[in-house]
């Protein structure tokens, strides 16, 4: 019996769970858009979303007093803002990268600048190479260790923005909730 109604609510419950992870954000006026219309302007343009109709999009643009009307047929590319993201992982990643390396090599050589340094008379090619190898993999912990901090905070220091792409033949146009009212707004669906 338990497995039966575990069955069905599994049946019945990752369905809906998918549905809700497929939300269509909606896009109101206020929202950070960057478009493609090269029959209006040349190249990309970021601009916030003033007003929405069915076929039209106007646009505030930083340069521009008057909003940019935009034909929904003339866009060949929407995107959303997502927001930014810090590039802290990339840059531990390139810190440790490049402290392991230098560390590595620092060990190795002053691991056989002592060897040489220190060399009690026995025959050459008697050196130790795995002492070497020791000394190199130290060598990069430490001095990698301290590269992947480094790199960390600076990589921290830098963002990156998000950008989501719509598919234009996507864009359903419909009322959402405001405070103190309701407002015309599209939704996407990605």
Request: glycine share 12%.
């Amino acid at each position: 019996m338990r497995q039966t109604i575990l069955f069905f609510s599994l049946v019945l419950f990752v369905p809906l769970a998918d549905l809700a992870a497929k939300e269509i954000p909606l896009i109101a006026p206020g929202a950070k858009v960057r478009l493609y219309a090269p029959s209006l302007i040349e190249g990309h343009f970021v601009g916030k979303v003033v007003r929405l109709n069915a076929d039209t999009m106007t646009v505030a643009l930083g340069g521009r007093r008057t909003p940019l009307q935009v034909p929904m047929a003339s866009v060949e590319s929407l995107e959303i803002y997502q927001g930014t993201k810090r590039k802290t992982g990339k840059g531990m990643a390139i810190g440790t990268t490049i402290g392991a390396s230098i560390g590595a090599f620092v060990g190795y050589g002053l691991s056989k600048a002592f060897d040489d340094a220190f060399d009690d008379g026995y025959e050459e090619g008697n050196s130790d190479r795995s002492a070497y190898l020791r000394n190199a993999a130290k060598g990069a912990f430490f001095i990698g260790l301290p590269g992947a901090l480094i790199g960390a905070g600076i990589g921290a220091s830098y963002r990156d923005e998000q950008w989501k792409k719509v598919q234009i033949d996507s864009i359903y146009m419909g009322i959402a909730p405001q405070r103190g009212g309701v407002q015309i707004a599209a939704s996407f669906r990605f």
